[in-house]
């Protein structure tokens, strides 16, 4: 039966799929399809692991003490009868040779739809059989894992797309998938995907709008009602997910999705048309991105520089490790030379709130930090706390911009005090390189305006930094005590907000008076509802995902600044700003 599920609208469009359910703790298994002829080599891999922990376990029960209780020899007997059981075994290669799924995905498919089964029992004692289940597949995918470190196949690195072509389409379903691990799924097999939680900016909704496929978060039940293998529609416009869809909705879709399609192959040929407005204004449209390798995008799409390289992505689930200043300096200058001589705004690192070091999935986060972390030791503050860390960041910007144009941009400043620490800090940076050798050019430092006390005081701030970007992210999750993150607050966050506007309109203005280049790169920028207001309020750049620059610049050619700034002050004044802000008529539309 046809089922409608509701969440939040995060990336446009219409993807219609088989569902992928990929349980939170296991999203960094790797999901890639397999050729035809690599078929045997996975059901061996498969096989080998399924020989090797049977011989693990057979040696635990040989090593147990004798006086261990009788317990634990019995449990370890259903683990191997689970192991060897044929709704594990045969079904598992089912999914490799139908589907061509790799043995960890097939695996872990598996698992959901036994998982399911169990859920679903009546009897306490087999419904508690689930876990022994999931301890079988999680020793089958480490032992995987280290016969691929052995030099097999890689593990670590999810998705990766394969030439195979004849599979269905995939969508993906998540309770929910941490910002790191969602850049596994840059360039996936998936078409689509979903998840139970997460804020309509929040950093797994960033990365995914990056991917440009259409996503909705928030859709609470979403992981509990689809099943591994159901028919899905994804109405990233909407907000909707349609569960086994009935034949004339799922034509519906399948018209508004060829529909989008033509859309964006008519939006693409704009991109290499300068932004200009109808009365002359330039526009700049820059791209933000989370990886080097994001900016060959970035070109594609017409951006004429890096507005916000979030430079954290480096630095996630590393397992404590943090990458030393060689490792970023490269990053960096692939980068820099990626965008073949156009500017590079380099974030410092913004790590905390929703993106910690380690894996944490949102609602860990939750639990694990019953304090709100979004208010806690993250970006600029986590920095300062750890000079030596970001002295080095800070090296390896320098050194990259030897390289080409280079800007480092500092996240969550707002107090006067920490401004005074980040320069002492770049000043050393430089004479430390100085003393190595190491060449840099001149780099502009800017601060990201997004508490409101920065915004405030913008006129002060200025004074200190070369240019200023407007993080409407945070600026409205701060002003209106809103967590970014959490669904069930996400119908409170409003960017229409008169506060928030406000905020906005007075840090564009001071930045334009003061003579210094303001630009706005929260989700605000790359959201055609907001691209006449933010003309009328002054701002002339404009940093997004590369996959929106085509449309926001579409409303810049057909915008007149002069007309807009006329309307802007009745707005600002308005209680309602979105109702009272009709949006510019295309011309002759
Ligand atoms: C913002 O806050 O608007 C922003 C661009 O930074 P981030 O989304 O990474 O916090
Ligand atoms: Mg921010």
């Not at 790797?30 to 690599?38: C, I, L, S």
């Not at 191997?80 to 089912?94: E, V």
């Not at 590079?344 to 304090?371: C, F, N, W, Y």
Request: aromatic fraction near 6%; hydrophobic fraction near 45%; charged fraction near 25%.
């Amino acid at each position: 039966m046809s089922i409608q599920i509701f969440g939040l609208p995060i990336s446009r469009g219409v993807a219609i799929g088989r569902a992928v359910l990929v349980a939170s703790s296991r999203v960094d298994v790797a999901h890639y399809f397999v050729p035809q002829e690599q078929v045997p080599h996975e059901i061996a891999r498969l096989r080998s692991a399924r020989d090797a922990v049977a011989r693990e376990i057979e040696e635990l029960k040989s090593d147990l003490p004798a006086e261990a209780p009788a317990e634990l020899a019995a449990l370890l007997d259903v683990h191997l009868m689970l192991l060897h059981d044929d709704t594990l075994s045969d079904a598992t290669k089912l999914w490799i040779e139908q589907r061509h799924y790799n043995a960890e995905w097939a695996l872990s498919a598996q698992l959901e739809v036994l998982a399911r089964q169990f859920d679903e029992m009546e009897d306490d004692y087999l419904r508690e059989r689930k876990a022994d289940i999931e301890q079988v597949v999680e020793r089958l995918l480490r032992q995987m894992a280290s016969a691929s470190r052995g030099g097999v196949a890689p593990v670590h690195h999810l998705s990766a797309q394969s030439d195979f072509g004849g599979a269905e389409p995939l969508v993906l379903v998540a309770g929910d998938v941490a910002p790191a691990d969602m850049l596994h799924f840059k360039r996936s097999v998936f078409t689509g995907f979903v998840t139970d939680v997460g804020g309509r900016t929040s950093h797994t909704a960033i990365v995914a709008r990056s991917m440009d496929i259409p996503a909705v978060v928030g859709a609470r039940e979403a992981s509990r009602l689809i099943r591994q293998d159901d028919w899905v529609v994804i109405d990233g416009d909407a907000g909707v997910v349609v569960v086994d869809p009935s034949p004339i909705v799922l034509e519906e879709y399948r018209f508004r999705q060829r529909q989008s399609e033509l859309e964006r192959a008519r939006l693409h040929r704009l991109r290499h048309t300068p932004g200009v407005t109808l009365d002359g204004q330039p526009i700049e449209l820059l791209a933000n991105i989370e990886l080097p390798g994001d900016a060959v995008a970035a070109l594609e799409a017409g951006a004429v520089g890096v507005g916000l390289f979030r430079s954290e992505f480096l630095f996630l689930n590393r397992g404590g490790d943090l990458p030393g200043e060689d490792e970023q300096y490269e990053a960096y200058r692939d980068a820099v030379l990626a965008m073949r001589g156009l500017p590079v705004t380099i974030r410092t690192v913004d790590v905390g709130a929703d993106k910690p070091l380690e894996r944490m999935s949102a609602q860990e986060l939750r639990h694990e930090h019953g304090l709100n972390p979004a208010l806690g030791l993250r970006a600029i503050r986590w920095s300062l706390s750890e000079p030596g860390m970001f002295r080095q960041q800070l090296r390896a910007i320098l050194r990259a911009s030897a390289h080409g144009k280079v800007r480092i941009l500092v996240p969550m400043v707002a107090h006067l005090d920490e401004v005074r620490q980040i320069q002492e800090a770049l000043a050393r940076a430089r004479a430390q390189l100085d003393e190595a050798g190491h060449a840099y050019s001149r780099v502009e430092l800017g601060a990201m305006i997004e508490v409101p006390a920065a915004a405030v005081l913008i006129e002060r701030f200025l004074r200190h930094f070369d240019f200023v970007s407007v993080g409407t992210n945070d600026l409205i999750q701060y002003t209106l005590a809103i967590d970014r993150a959490d669904e069930a607050v996400s119908h409170l966050y409003d960017p229409w907000h008169p506060a928030v506007l406000s905020l906005l309109e007075r840090t564009i203005r001071a930045s334009r008076s003061a003579g210094k280049p303001v630009c706005v790169c929260g989700e605000m920028a790359g959201d055609v509802a907001f691209t006449e207001l933010l003309l009328a309020m002054g701002l002339r750049s404009f940093s997004m995902h590369p996959a929106r620059i085509a449309a926001v610049k579409q409303r810049v050619l057909r915008a007149d600044t002069r007309q807009l700034e006329a309307r802007l002050s009745g707005v600002l004044e308005s209680d309602d700003p979105a109702a009272a802000w009709v949006p510019a008529r295309p011309l002759g539309g």
